[in-house]
């Protein structure tokens, strides 16, 4: 059960009566995934109290310096430049690190080039934002810093860790400064490091988007593995990878003790039903770290392939606490019991379907579990929620998302073998 309720306290009975009805409302609504995502506001921060008041305060506070500080930056280049709107940036694919690890490649021109246009599309907060065209080359005086909302209109994505961004440039520019000690990328790397540590709630958690946008962009976020990103750069920052020699020691200390709160944001938001831990949903409520869904089609469920990822993360920690142990074996626990067989994935009229077939050996893991009863539900681009994948491509032409993976398999045997290996070790 998730929801969180107070207040009330000092109710007639009636009144009290009318608050558990509206308790029980919420809850179910919570179950079925419908409750809409929570934000950081400074309503639900007065609702806090004591040290939480104060420290979430500070966090809304500071996002709101930050985003001043980046819309002032525009403003100034508009009015220098003689330009009365912005233009918008150049939109591309996901910013993905170069399959190359030439370090040779690292030090010639084609590097070069796009480590300029990188640190030019940095924003004054220090993050990234996710589709922009660096191949088009440095961003221009009075250009937004993302691509994702038309000059006038509040900026969208301006820099987020969705689908690695931030954490990709970052990578990038560390290894163009090993490569050939170029300045201005260490010291943007250092800002985007500042920028992660400016980013992580109290909780220890991080957004998808920061400054803060408002709406599920609020949430900490495990989808498509943005907060994972995070915690393996900040793994690789204070490990020693030599890509991030040039962290000082105060620095290297604020990005330890960062990760050691994100590790435990992790493990204390794993989901428990019926008194077991299971795994996680794709977002989390950024206050109450309760499951929540974030656009229509992405209801608060369990999920199947970012939490296999987060367990892999986890089991990848070189000096697991009691509590990261007892995580990971409760999430292998579930992944073993949540593993889908008899299906086979083929293509029909140019869709991904999955068909019934005995004859498959394959193991596969829906993308989405029921809160309530652990089974897999598919959520369509219509935002109805269908128990079979089936009904749901029958009624929705676009389906969105790849709603079985064997993703999780690796982890299930290799991974898990690799773990109970090393778990000896350690003990």
């Not at 930056?73 to 939109?91: D, F």
């Not at 961003?139 to 689908?163: E, L, V």
């Not at 986890?314 to 995580?327: Q, T």
């Not at 626990?333 to 067989?341: I, P, R, Y």
Request: proline share 5%; glycine share 8%; charged share 25%.
């Amino acid at each position: 059960m998730y929801a969180t309720f107070a207040n009330v306290g000092g109710c007639s009975l009636g009144g009290f009566l009318i608050v558990l009805r509206f308790a029980a409302i919420l809850l179910l609504l919570a179950v079925v995934g419908r409750l809409p995502a929570a934000e950081v506001d400074a309503a639900r921060i007065n609702d806090l109290s004591g040290h939480a008041a104060a420290t979430w305060k500070a966090c809304l506070e500071r996002s709101e310096r930050l985003a001043l500080r980046d819309a002032d930056a525009l403003r100034a280049e508009l009015a220098a430049a003689g330009l009365t709107a912005a233009t918008k940036a150049p939109s591309g694919g996901d910013f993905r690190l170069p399959d190359d690890d030439d370090r040779a490649w690292y030090a010639g021109d084609e590097a070069a080039r796009l480590a300029d246009a990188i640190i030019s599309f940095q924003t004054p907060s220090g993050g990234w934002s996710k589709h922009t065209g660096y191949s088009k080359g440095p961003r221009q005086p009075g250009m937004q810093w993302t691509s994702q909302s038309d000059p006038g209109k509040p900026p969208h994505y301006q820099a987020t860790f969705d689908n690695a961004a931030t954490v990709h440039e970052i990578e990038f520019l560390a290894t163009i400064w090993e490569a050939t000690n170029r300045d201005d990328c260490r010291d943007a790397a250092l800002r985007g490091f500042d920028f992660i540590l400016a980013a992580q709630f109290p909780n220890g958690g991080w957004p998808q988007v920061y400054p803060l946008e408002g709406g599920y962009h609020d949430n900490i976020t495990f989808n498509d593995n943005a907060m994972t990103n995070v915690l393996q750069l900040l793994q690789a920052a204070v490990d020693d990878d030599r890509r991030y020699a040039f962290i000082d020691d105060e620095r290297k200390r604020r990005l330890t003790d960062a990760f050691d709160r994100g590790v435990a944001c992790v493990v204390e938001a794993q989901v428990v039903v019926d008194g077991r831990k299971t795994v996680w949903c794709a977002q989390h409520d950024p206050l109450t770290l309760e499951p929540t869904q974030a656009r229509a089609f992405e209801p608060a469920s369990l999920s199947g392939v970012e939490s296999a990822h987060l367990i892999k993360f986890l089991m990848g920690i070189s000096k697991p606490s009691p509590e990261v142990i007892a995580s990971i074996e409760a999430g292998l626990a579930w992944l073993e019991d949540a593993q889908v067989k008899g299906l086979a994935k083929v293509k029909r009229d140019g869709r991904t379907i999955y068909v019934v077939d005995a004859s498959s050996n394959d193991a596969y893991w829906a993308r989405f579990y029921d809160l309530a009863t652990g089974k897999p539900m598919f959520p369509g681009k219509d935002g109805v929620v269908y128990q079979s994948f089936e009904e749901m491509a029958a009624a929705n032409d676009k389906l969105g998302y790849d709603y079985y993976s064997t993703q999780p398999g690796s982890i299930v045997r290799n991974g898990q073998k690799k773990w109970r290996k090393r778990l000896q070790e350690v003990h």
